[in-house]
């Protein structure tokens, strides 16, 4: 989107968010390991190889619709009688001279028909005779051999994601197995000695670990294989402990909490210990403590970490427009590019200070034209808001929002991966 800013960097020390999404696309690096899978397994899987088509498709000409099939200058005031009926399934049979055919959709067509007449433009006889209103076009309604596809022209490129209809497009052509990129194993760890878990009694001053349970959920969306390895104290050793079994088991380390400056945020000096830190802090509200880091010697050779805030809307933001971009690469595929398009403001605000703001809203359409409302509050532990939302009002940096002003506003359902 034009004079979106995305250059500007907000605050010093702190990246710019797309200036950060770019160094997040430009970082990650696909996985190795390649397995086949039966195509009934296959659903959101990666393919690790083009695909070409096997067949022709449609493997013969066919008629469109239910109708009838004949030689246009068989026609006449007489009409045609009906001397052939052809079921999808059979073979492709010759037309009689003189006559039509009765045919389905997807039944092959006659050899010697040069088109195919709705049932509803047809009218029978009381000798059974076809006759038909209005001129028949050469061709009308045949699905000519090929016309889809040809065999040996691609079908499906290396990096593609398998959804229902490519599933569909594959069986099509006889494919009962896929090779795919093997699923992204993900660590995932939450720090903080005040979080327990859902279910479990809670005592003043606990907090039930809500950032787990919403990762779980966004991992699984995205296909990765999850391995939880709970809330760990947040003290050194136990942190050191964590995040070398991390390092060893997994492709990607996400973790949430611990991560600021503060005298009990143990997280970052255990990273810069196992590894290092590729960028921490970006210009953006909520998700300022957003960091890339990896556990080993170097970014690409060791595990990549991705260290989200603890506050969980702020964790969520992170995911979405840094996290999400870093896994589609590792799984072979491209980033999605971020959706942005302008929708007014149905309110105005102060504006954010030294950093992009990221506004939970729902759209109202009820004028015509979508207009954006807040969801609600605006905290950064605030789920409530977040839940409802329908995207979000990106907001530069010491820019107040006008009422009735056009703003950047970025979709939800784009993340919904």
Not at 32 to 44: F, N, P, S
Not at 373 to 399: P, R
Not at 409 to 417: E, G, R, S, V
Request: contains cysteine.
């Amino acid at each position: 989107m034009s004079g979106c800013g995305c250059a500007e960097v907000v605050t010093p020390g702190l990246l710019d968010l797309f200036d950060a999404r770019g160094r997040m696309v430009a970082a990650a690096r696909p996985v190795d390991g390649i397995e086949t899978v039966a195509l009934g397994e296959a659903y959101r899987r990666v393919l690790a190889e083009d695909l070409l088509a096997t067949l022709d498709m449609p493997g013969v000409d066919n008629s469109a619709m239910d109708g009838y099939a004949l030689r246009r200058a068989e026609l006449g005031p007489k009409g045609l009688p009906v001397t052939l009926r052809v079921p999808a399934g059979v073979g492709v049979l010759p037309l009689p001279e003189g006559g039509c055919a009765r045919i389905f959709t997807g039944a092959p067509l006659p050899l010697g028909a040069d088109a195919v007449v709705p049932q509803e433009r047809v009218t029978l006889d009381a000798e059974g005779r076809m006759h038909v209103e209005g001129d028949v076009a050469e061709g009308a309604n045949i699905r000519r051999c090929g016309e889809e596809t040809r065999a040996g022209a691609l079908l499906l490129p290396a990096g593609a994601r398998l959804d229902a209809a490519a599933i569909a497009l594959l069986a099509s052509h006889g494919v009962g197995e896929v090779a795919v990129i093997r699923r992204l194993k993900v660590a995932l760890i939450s720090t903080g000695d005040e979080l327990i878990e859902p279910g479990t009694l809670r005592v003043p001053g606990q907090v039930y670990d809500s950032n787990r349970a919403m990762l779980r959920a966004l991992m699984a969306q995205s296909g990765c294989e999850v391995l939880d390895l709970g809330v760990i104290a947040d003290t050194p050793l136990d942190l050191h402990q964590a995040f070398a079994r991390a390092r060893d088991e997994a492709d990607l380390v996400v973790c949430t909490g611990g991560v600021s400056v503060g005298e009990e945020d143990h997280v970052r000096p255990v990273i810069e210990r196992l590894g290092g830190i590729a960028f921490h802090g970006v210009g953006i509200k909520p998700g300022k403590p957003f960091a890339l880091g990896y556990l080993g010697e170097s970014l690409h050779t060791g595990a990549p970490l991705i260290a989200l805030p603890g506050n969980p809307v702020a964790s969520l933001v992170g995911w979405q427009f840094l996290g999400l971009p870093f896994v589609q690469v590792r799984q072979g595929r491209q980033a999605a590019p971020l959706q942005q398009f302008p929708v007014a403001a149905g309110f105005s605000r102060r504006g954010p200070r030294g950093r992009r703001e990221l506004l939970r809203v729902v759209l109202d359409w009820s004028a015509g034209a979508p207009v954006a409302h807040l969801a609600g509050g605006q905290g950064s532990h605030m789920l409530s808001a977040a839940s409802q939302a329908h995207g979000y009002l990106v907001i530069d940096a010491n820019k107040n929002v006008e009422k009735g002003h056009a703003y950047g506003y970025c979709p939800t359902a784009q993340f919904l991966d």
